[in-house]
């Protein structure tokens, strides 16, 4: 579970951010984010009332637009893109691995002699 420290809760610094403190900052407004949507959806799952469904939903897709507002400035200010390509890329990878058929199981569909024989009369 994320557990990042927020240095300035509830408080404005008395001075401007430097670059490096501004990603932390924006990976902690991401972590803010996604644990909203979280929170919302637990509580649309949790409840039979269709407006109070309806109305979490909306609040927790609205939350994943500022997730991806998050993320594209992030990737603007930083090699964030880079990072993110290699990950699909790794993913990508297993995903097709995961959905080839493995080799022995291709094998064991090719014909063998015992499977041209016939069996029974
Ligand atoms: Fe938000």
New binding site residues.
């Given amino acids: 579970m994320p557990d990042f420290l927020n240095p300035f809760s509830g408080t404005v610094p008395d001075r401007k951010l430097t670059d490096e403190e501004l990603l932390r900052a924006i990976r902690l407004d991401i972590a803010?984010?996604l644990e909203?949507i979280h929170g919302y959806m637990a509580h649309a799952d949790a409840t039979d009332n269709a407006l109070a469904k309806a109305v979490l939903t909306d609040i927790a897709n609205?939350?994943r637009v500022?997730v991806g507002e998050l993320i594209r400035l992030l990737s603007i200010l930083t090699d964030e893109d880079e990072y993110l390509a290699k990950g699909k890329i790794e993913v990508d990878t297993l995903a097709a691995q995961l959905a080839a058929p493995a080799p022995a199981a291709a094998a064991k569909d090719e014909p063998t002699i015992g499977s041209l024989k016939t069996t029974g009369a």
């Fill in positions: 803010g984010e909203a609205e939350e500022h």
